[in-house]
């Protein structure tokens, strides 16, 4: 995986402005911050529930052999760009404890709401296991 970053730009805090990788490709379906156990809500606290969904990819990547550096590409799709704002220290402190200090190339969109009540955010990813 080869992070790419312009000459001449600022670099990016938390994420990567594009990367290049080559292998086999794991899509991991859209993840939300709940007990995928029980298929229920344990916090309504936007950080906790980041920190769920978060570890529900590492979760699924491992299915595929995959750990959270062979992410390429994470979305995020928040239901209030205020909570998540006022929230980003302590989801990028989950953020670290469970992923690293690896920064794929993200995207944050604000969304309307989810299917399943309660879920405060959704993040979907795309990974590449080296060949």
């Known amino acids: 995986m080869q992070i790419l970053q312009p000459p001449g730009w600022a670099k ?6 594009g990367i290049v990788a080559r292998g ?3 899509f991991v379906a859209g993840q939300t911050g709940w007990n995928p ?4 809500f ?3 606290d ?33 239901g209030d760009r ?5 929230s980003v220290k302590a989801v990028g402190a989950a953020y670290r404890e469970v992923i690293g200090r ?10 309307g709401g989810f299917v399943d009540d ?3 955010l959704e993040i979907e990813v795309t990974a590449v296991l080296p060949d």
């Not at 156990?37 to 229920?40: C, D, G, I, Q, V």
């Not at 205020?82 to 006022?86: M, P, Q, V």
Request: proline share 4%.
């Open 12 to 17: 990016p805090k938390g994420y990567s402005n």
């Open 24 to 26: 086999r490709i794991v």
């Open 37 to 40: 156990a029980l298929e229920k």
């Open 42 to 44: 344990e916090s309504e």
């Open 46 to 78: 936007f950080a906790a529930q980041a920190r769920q969904a978060l570890e529900n990819i590492v979760a699924v990547l491992a299915e595929a052999g995959a750990k959270p550096e062979h992410i390429a590409r994470m979305t995020w799709y928040v």
């Open 82 to 86: 205020r909570e998540y704002l006022s």
């Open 102 to 111: 690896h920064y794929p190339v993200m995207t944050a969109i604000e969304v």
């Open 118 to 120: 309660g879920a405060k």
